[in-house]
């Protein structure tokens, strides 16, 4: 495995308050490039909401606030100079529960380049074909692109969801529990599709099943009530863990 | 078992009672299916749908050189049909659009001295006796008068027994409803394209746009006070507001169709603003997170994913505003008017169905049997409306949605 030490995200003394409480609490982390980063920790300790934070979706919630520094490719995205439509068209997200919209399998990929202001039908084609080749989709859905993205299967749907993210040509994708509402082989092959999508892209992917952290991220955070409690290489976290509550958590003896 | 027993009767009498306001309310449409059409099928027939309203009467007499035919007739008649040979005119007694008995034209001869014959109005202008009219009476020089009352086969003993008449008095054709039906189409397309755009646009701003703060409480609660208006009170704000604007602006003197349209527009804004609020509601906000990370801009996600969802929730609106539309009288009563016109212009007098059976009932003696009759009119384009929208409706969700319901 090779790691390198270009960095996609510095993050620097965050907090995050939902009114008057603190979700996040001091967060110091650096993400890398072209790397696969796991978040784990018990429900509510602030996982999904720091990833929200990377593409500013937090800022959807009415009393949520932020400060802190979050640096991604050097440039604070929390400035006030910082366009967060072109932060978001960069930084892909992909969801819990599949959430393709209720439109055709080709207008689903196409909607973000269309809300770019894409029009050239060859352009979308070509663009739409690749996503869904890079989302090992296209060989399941080449004959049906018109028909309805929901008469797909919840594993399809879900790489669907990742084709409509990657279709956008994005530096980042994050992936907020991909895998948890569905079955064991849709999982197996999200779980390759990371696998291959990391050569192109860096990924963050908040997970609460520590075998599929292990087996596909290079880096893991653990989190623990709005804290990093520790955070390093996943195959040094997993077998040496250096703090005696990220060993608990991953021996399972709470969570 | 006493426990389970009193739990046992409970939910027996609770079902009882839902079985029992269902049939109560299935009861109550039935009755009233029942009633319009028991009443209204006896004058329920193409002509008082393809019919002008007004008649047109005349008093005629006839030319000096007219000579009496005393023309046998080739042609058959029906039972009840009167011939004189003598006038070469066939007359029965026959039931008009109104209800009313009436003494119809079946046939005049074309040698007919009846067959021209010359208006006594200004101008002396010939007119064509035509079998579709009736006849209100006929006056002699010595002789007592045939009215229509009569009836059909003492006219025609009257008219034989007499060998000169002075003069006779008959109408067109009337009593139809096509006038009112065009009107009443007009009003829903007109309605619709000015209350749907305001009615959706609103409902977006306050699902989508409005901050969550006492002002847009306050909206909320005005507009949903205003489902609750009597709309004969909106009928006199178009009096007072949407008359006079129309007259200014248009060459329409008094009440008009677009007045109408515009009282009807906003008696519905209320019920398209909630209903289309609600079917924006439950759009899930899975849609709109999705678009936004997609990096779509707020706009472009309300428009593009929120809107196109709600489609089925909107034609729901749609349905409620159209039913409403043909549902409505009071208000229009002030906002247009209830004179009864064949001739639909937008800046003219005109009336819709619900008016029409409005004028028909206030007629002295009220007209229940045309009133069910145009009832009848009413609940056939409401279904058929429905079926419509609900056909466009699941050929949407099919080809947009993939959904099939």
Redesign the interface.
Known sequence: MTLTNEKAFHINQLNLYYGNKLALDNIDIDIYQKQVTALIGPSGCGKSTFLRTL?R?ND?I?NCHVNGKILYNENDIYSSDSDV??L??RI??V?Q?P?????SIYDNVA??L???GVKDKAVLQKAVKKALVDAALYEEVKDRLK?????LSGGQQQRL?IA??IA?SPDVILMDEPTSALDPIATAKIEDLINDLKKDYTIIIVTHNMQQALRVSDYTAFFLLGEIVEYGLTSELFSHPKNPKTEDYITGRFG | MSKNKRRKTYDTLLNGITYFASSISFITLLAILIFIFGKGYKLLNIDLIAENFESQGYVADLYDYARLCNCESDIAFDEGVYYSSKWGIALADQIDLLGKNVIQIIYVNPKSPLFEIRDKGIGNEPIELRDEYHIIRIAFDNYPTALSRYGAENMINYLNANDELREIEFQTKGGGIKGSIITTLYLIALTLIIALPIGIGAAIYLNEYAPNNKFTKFLRSLIETLTGVPSIIYGLMGLAIFVPITTKLTNATGGNIISGAMTLAVILLPVIIRTTEESLKVIPDDYRQASLALGASKTQTTFKVVLPSSVPGILTATLLAIGRIIGESAALVFAIGTSIKDQVSLTGKSTSLAVHIWAMMTDEPANIELSATIAIIIVLIVVILNILIKLISSRYLKRKLGISI
Do not use: T, V, W
């Not at chain 1, 028909?147 to 008469?151: F, G, I, P, R």
């Open positions: 593409n979706m959807l009415s439509i072109d978001r068209r892909g997200m969801f529960k959430n393709p919209f209720p439109m909607y973000g269309r809300c770019q028909e309805s993205a929901l008469s969801c409509r993210a956008m």
